[in-house]
């Protein structure tokens, strides 16, 4: 059974920095991404970054290049999510997708709370 959890949201300063992390478990394939989304308050969720399975490619949303850098440590199934410069507008539920295409995840899990004061 696939599991992904979310660790790390939380309450920022604009200007600040978070750091998300996504533990998965249950399915590992060369073919897999993984993968941040968020959704905002009356918001659809959107696309925010992905990682290939081995961490050799990344894809990033154009709101979020230069400032978010994704990650992945192969040896604990994780994947990170390391924000800097944040705006009020990253304020969001971020998930965390498992998937075989960057931008259309097949797994998710619960989310978490990502909250920029401005």
């Known amino acids: 059974q696939v599991q992904l959890v979310e660790f790390g949201g939380g309450l920022v300063q604009a200007g600040g920095s978070l750091r998300l992390s996504c533990a998965a478990s249950g399915l590992t394939s060369s073919a897999l991404k993984l993968g941040w989304f968020r959704q905002a308050p009356g918001k659809e969720r959107e696309f925010v970054s992905a990682i290939s399975w081995y961490g050799y490619i990344t894809y990033y949303a154009d709101s979020v290049k230069g400032r978010f850098t994704i990650s992945k440590d192969n040896g604990k199934n994780t994947v990170y999510l390391q924000m800097n410069s944040l705006k009020a507008e990253d304020t969001a539920v971020y998930y965390c997708?498992?998937?075989?295409?960057?931008?259309?995840?097949?797994?998710w899990g619960k989310g978490t709370l990502v909250t920029v004061s401005s």
């Open positions: 997708g498992m998937g075989t295409t960057p931008r259309d995840m097949n797994y």
